[in-house]
């Protein structure tokens, strides 16, 4: 059985992927993932998680194209070229 | 706790080190290797400590108690002198006697009247209480297991014995202090 781990460096920052392990049993999961990943003192915690509890989401639809809910979708620079003409204050090139 | 006390502690815990290292890139399984490597380090990292203070009581070094007497010298318990590879069952059986006697000798040294001492039981132990879980997990796994069983049975009486020396330990030595031979008078 596959855990997946994940691992928090200091206290209070987000738990970040680490990895995974593969163990028979959640004890031994925890006992691997201690090994793995928590040894060396670079964790002050960890999440060990049997694979099937995460739930993967990776179809994001998107048809209609609206870029605009994307940050790279909304690019400003010609926005605010245009605005700067209108007031006047438009850079020298 | 004399120096001889100390050096049956100390080249239990070597020993058994070098046993369990034999198992590096040949566990069940990667995670196993990963775990039972670090458990095998850990215990020559105690080994190593004891030695220091039983070298400064007969004053020597930890490198000439753990390399330089002759294999009769040696003081470990006939246990961890078996080479058991590639034998799983009997390594996890003798990992479990080990464990188990091991934990009620660190608990007397915690309670010494010398600080040192317990000072030093009490740091080893807080490592060892992660193999007591590792040992306790496989025991768990595999005591219904007729071959873990017959292993424990077969190890259990060997725990005691001090005196005897088995073959197999004279070829671990061999091996174990074969580069520090090499070069006489080396201090690498």
Request: proline share 4%; charged share 35%.
């Amino acid at each position: 059985m596959i855990y997946e781990v994940f691992r928090q460096e200091r206290k209070g920052q987000a738990f970040a992927h680490a990895g995974s392990v593969e163990a028979p049993n959640e004890e031994f999961a925890e006992a691997y993932s201690r090994e793995q990943y928590g040894r060396r003192g670079e964790s002050t915690a960890l999440w060990v998680v049997p694979r099937e509890a995460v739930h993967e989401i990776d179809d994001f639809a998107d048809e209609l194209q609206k870029n605009y809910h994307r940050v790279d979708g909304y690019p400003l620079k010609e926005k605010l070229g245009l605005a700067r003409e209108r007031a006047g204050t438009a850079r020298a090139s | 706790m004399s120096a001889q006390e100390l050096l049956e502690l100390a080249d239990d815990e070597l020993i058994l080190g070098w046993r369990n290292s034999e198992w590096t890139g040949i566990a069940p399984l990667l995670e196993e290797d990963v775990a039972f490597s670090s458990i095998a380090q850990n215990e020559i990292g105690h080994a190593r400590a004891w030695y220091e203070l039983a070298a400064r009581e007969l004053g020597t070094t930890a490198d000439e108690l753990a390399f330089d007497r002759r294999p009769d010298e040696y003081r470990c318990s006939r246990l961890v002198q078996l080479r058991l590879v590639p034998d799983w069952a009997a390594t996890i059986a003798r990992h479990y006697l080990y464990e188990t006697v091991d934990a009620e000798r660190i608990a007397a040294l915690k309670e010494s009247d010398d600080p040192e001492i317990a000072g030093l039981a009490a740091k080893i132990d807080r490592e060892e209480a992660y193999h007591r879980m590792h040992a306790q997990m496989w025991f768990e796994r595999l005591q219904d297991e007729p071959r873990f069983k017959a292993a424990v049975d077969e190890l259990r009486p060997l725990l005691e014995v001090r005196d005897e020396h088995t073959p197999e330990l004279a070829e671990l030595w061999e091996e174990m202090t074969m580069v520090r031979r090499s070069v006489a008078g080396a201090t690498w």
